[in-house]
């Protein structure tokens, strides 16, 4: 049944290509202004993912990191004006398919997004039979590498280094002996706490508690019990942040006193305000760094800039969401228009943007691969630089 | 495995009746509901959700952030109660009104009440999720956790002591309301033959009325509970929880007031038990397992009792 229905849609997805691209050809012949997303000199994106629902503000996070440098490129003289339209996934799988659908038949020249992994598995293969390009913020799972997809990139790291990186930031520099590693059972936790699984055991760290939590149950007392007597050093949860608030809360409360650990689903001031005292220590990794607190100056203009418009600090993924538009945005200046000219243009880019160096493996994966520390303070999040310079307080 | 049973056997027994309490308490609205119209009130889930965003809204307009001790604490609980039990039970009434009683008046069917219900849960959960926003919102920490003593693994401590003691007292104090009072009379002539009950003089939508009452207060005082123990709420905060607890219900009796506790405890602990030998992630279906195994042997629950042949 399952199976049928996406066979359903991949060929409506196809149809769709095909009418793109007899758009585009008749448009070669006009000459004039562009293809697929564009009219009238102007170009239309997409943004794909949650602007509503339980995590949504890490796609918030990233839609405004796309309209600050939308802003900018359009206050520029004599560029092709670009907009932005979203497509609200909530960040469900089901519901990205139907958005992805809606993208495609509004013809976007490309997608910022989307932002999720498990959405990011149901609409990537329509936006790749229908063309168009598209530039996660967000989606770290390893295996959205591994489709051999030609219009798919990443401006991070994926869960491939993040899971690695964690246990062996756990196991060197925290020189943990016993971890606790809990999971969300999401196709994101189960994936970066298996990770950290295997690389624990090939550091030589045992893991004396492996669990997996229902992410909606409110109490996880069970883990709680199973953690205490094992009195690990750290306890790493994969799994996003309202979650984590949760859970990190009845850690402490239980009387669990190692250090709490978790990925990038976790970085967000809402783990703070879910986990309120006990979040406090709380170390959090993310194949993305932080804005706030940089000492580069094209940085800090982000970081002033983004304050200026949208009255906060940019948050997790706002400066990706903000490098992956500037992707985009630069090949729409090189005069690149038709959704195949910009994804050529993507592929090849290389340039520094206000995350990191943006320049894509052949997969679409992100060349390098940084991962980066913050820290909970005083119920603030404090960001620590990458693994490598990383000096926890406690 | 059951190494990890016998290591977390009493932390496992602590928390497994703590949640239990809490299943309970939402189960006695269930049950009640359905002992009286044989309808499942599946909107009682948004009545309790109601309940804890009447406690947090409480605490926010007194500006209570901080934990409290003696009696100023004893104020503050009462406070969370009150107007929770205030929200809930407005909730429930009202949800009497306009979603149940017009359609038992032209005479619906069960199942377009049960749609009904099911309509109103929805309505209920998408207004908070627009209103409220669809994140988890804390609520602050009102009682400092103290553990007071340890029981081999298992701590006990002052706010689980308070969640597990308040639904019993409040089971027990139900009990008797529904056993030896005239409005409690009227109930179980209602469940037993609406009909006959008519024709002795009882006002049927007053008892119908009074019934959706008692659970939401109920269903109040459990988000009071709620609050105090998991300092969190969120529009969908009822779902999960409704559906263990109308499992509580069926799992006791349904019907059947101190089987819908007994029913919550022994789902609790059933949870816990099987969590710690299995692993969370099989929480729930060794919890659901269990669920069938005894309606298999046992078809009408564990005290199997219905509402219309309670005794004192």
Redesign the interface.
Known sequence: MRRAYSRGLVAAAAASALVLSACGGSNDNGGSSGSGGSSGGSVTIGFFGAQ???N??LGINISNGAELAIEQHNAKSGVTQVKLTKYDTQGDPAQATNQAKKAVSDKVAAIIGPAFSGESKTADPIFEEAGIPNVSASATAVALGQNGWKFWHRVLANDGVQGPGDADFIAKTLNAKTVAVIDD?SEYGKGLGDAVRKQLATDGVKVAV?????P???????????V??ANPDVVFFAGYY?TA??LV?QLR???VQGTFMSGDGSLDA?FI??G?AAANGALLSCPCSSAVGSTDPAVQKFATDYKAKFNVDPATYSAEGFDATNAVLQAIDAGKTDPSDINDFVTKIDFKGVSKQIKFAPNGDLASDLLFITEVKDGKLAFLGDTTQAKPSA | MWN?FT??FW??TI??L??GAIYGLVAMGYTLVYGVLRLINFAHSEVFMIGTFAALGALTLFGIDSPQSGLALVGVLLLMTLVAMAASGGTAVLLERVAYRPLRKRGASRLAALISAIGASFFLQEVFAIWQG???L?IP?VMN?D?WFNIG?G?V?NDKVLVIVAAILMMLALDRFVNTTRLGRGIRATAQDPDTAVLMGVNIDRVVLWTFLIGGILAGLAAAL?GVF???T?Y??G???GIKAFTAAVLGGIGNIRGALIGGLVLGLI??YG??IF???W??VVAFSVLVLVLMFRPTGILGENLQRARV
């Open positions: 509503t629902g339980p949504a503000q059972q492996n669990d997996a939590i229902n909606d149950a409110s109490s996880f007392s069970s883990t709680v019990n199973k205490k007597p309202s608030g949760k809360k409360d239980g009387g809402e305000k879910g309120g | 990890d290591q977390q932390s496992s928390d497994g703590t949640n669809r994140d988890q804390s920490r956790k553990v693994s701590q401590r709620y998991f300092e969190l969120q969908n905060v779902f999960l929880l949870e816990n969590a710690s692993g969370t992630q929480l729930d």
